[in-house]
């Protein structure tokens, strides 16, 4: 299993999650929220799920994580 850490410079909510982690001490307190990589499509891009307050709750999205917002890991 795969997981993409975001680490680009977001909206004003990942922001300030970063802000209230590093306050609290968190030792990977850049990243703001993560997504599942469910497929590789090719091309940088791949199919990925997560639950966001941003895009309302649980959902599937194609997104670019080799962008230089991404850092992808492997469990």
Do not use: P
Not at 6 to 12: A, F, L, N, R, S
Request: glycine fraction near 12%; charged fraction near 20%; charge should be positive.
């Amino acid at each position: 299993m795969k997981v993409a850490l975001y680490v680009g410079k977001g909206k004003t909510f990942n922001r300030l999650i970063r802000l209230v982690q590093k306050w609290k001490g968190f030792k990977y307190w850049q990243v703001s929220h993560c997504e599942v990589v469910l497929q590789d499509l090719g091309d940088g891009f791949y199919l990925c799920g997560s639950s966001s307050v941003m895009d309302d709750g649980v959902r599937t999205k194609l997104i670019n994580l080799r962008n230089g917002n991404w850092v992808i890991q492997g469990c």
